[in-house]
């Protein structure tokens, strides 16, 4: 996932709902997203679930994501285990913790979920 983070390939992971987290590509939408690409490729590449949610799009907006799915994120219970307490961080840092804990998990779970994919080329 984290080489899918440019302009000319830009993939993002989300969970919404309580669904698995999906894969969407969303190159081809970068030129028409209403809050420009800049925002977008600031989340390419890792789950980007929270940024979507605060925003609080709209069930259009929520439309236009399906048609960019592209599958389901294949996770390991370790994997799942790390985005779960990866949220719980996040939850912590919205509500005033400090937030370098918040960027040391991510980082672990984006060098997880790279050493995933590249497994499985």
């Keep these: 996932m984290a080489k899918h983070d440019k302009e000319s390939d830009c993939w993002i992971i989300m969970g ?9 590509d969303i190159t081809k ?4 997203h209403p809050g420009g690409a800049e925002v977008l490729l600031d989340a390419a ?7 979507f949610e605060d925003i609080g799009h709209s069930n ?8 960019y799915k ?4 294949k996770l390991s219970e370790a994997e799942k285990t790390a985005m ?3 949220k719980v961080t996040r939850a912590g840092a919205a509500k005033g913790g400090g937030g370098m804990g918040m960027i040391v998990v991510i980082g ?3 060098a ?6 590249a497994m499985q080329q």
């Design 108 to 110: 672990i779970v984006v």
């Design 112 to 117: 997880i979920i790279a050493a995933y994919f």
């Design 60 to 67: 259009d907006a929520r439309d236009t994501l399906k048609k």
């Design 45 to 51: 590449g890792i789950d980007a679930t929270d940024q």
């Design 84 to 86: 779960a307490e990866e």
């Design 29 to 32: 939408y970068l030129d028409d």
């Design 70 to 73: 592209i599958g389901l994120l």
């Design 16 to 24: 919404l709902a309580g669904e698995e987290p999906s894969v969407y």
